[in-house]
């Protein structure tokens, strides 16, 4: 599978780096509306209570989208030659909510003034991403950290796994213990 041509970017997520900030919903709805109100961003932060952690929920940019095959009005969303976002025709959408509950990641939302919110890429620059702070993220056995990354990101295709591949590598290849050798670690013997 193939990436479609016009999507130069992708728009992603690390949960593992979010710290529930807010920074992104605040500066969001401020960007789309002129108002700093987290329900009418087109992003949503959630606590995951079990694992005392915060999920990033955000539009995947899917391609082929299922909120634009849901939707029985086809002049409501297109897609943005620029950046591949589905975008929604304020002018033709019929409040029917069909798009919203075709989308496997609930990242279609009703806003407070019952308008759709979903994220449209900024035209290709999105405020979200340039807000929310870089952290260091440090590996449960290692002191040093890995490099600083943010939790939202807006990144070529090839980047898109960069964290993820930093910690297949540390699993494969972890640290011996103090006193021991890697083989010794592995039950290799000499």
């Known amino acids: 599978m193939t990436i479609p041509a016009n999507r130069v970017k992708i728009f992603r997520a690390e949960p593992e780096l979010c710290t529930g900030c807010g ?11 002129g108002r700093i109100n987290i329900y009418e961003a087109r992003l949503r932060i959630t606590p995951v209570e079990k ?4 999920s990033p ?17 086809p002049e409501a969303m297109t897609q943005d030659p620029k950046t591949g976002a589905i975008i929604i025709n304020e002018k033709e959408f019929i409040h029917c909510l069909a798009c919203a509950e075709a989308c496997p990641f609930a990242a279609i939302q009703v806003g407070p003034h019952k308008e759709l919110l979903k994220c449209d890429l900024c035209g ?6 340039k807000y929310c702070p870089p952290r260091v993220m440090y590996s449960k056995d290692k ?8 939790c939202l990101q807006y990144v ?19 640290e011996p213990v103090e006193g ?9 013997r000499s």
Not at 23 to 33: A, F, I
Not at 57 to 73: G, L
């Open 23 to 33: 920074m992104c919903e605040l500066l969001c709805s401020l960007n789309k509306t």
């Open 51 to 54: 694992t005392d952690s915060f």
């Open 57 to 73: 929920t955000i539009c995947r940019h899917c391609q082929p989208a299922p909120c634009q095959k849901a939707c029985p009005v």
């Open 124 to 129: 290709g620059d999105p405020t979200c991403v």
């Open 143 to 150: 002191p040093y950290p890995w490099p600083q990354r943010s």
């Open 156 to 174: 070529a295709p090839h980047e898109a796994m960069a964290t993820k591949r930093q910690a297949v590598v540390e699993n494969r290849h972890p």
């Open 180 to 188: 021991r050798s890697l083989a010794e670690e592995k039950g290799v």
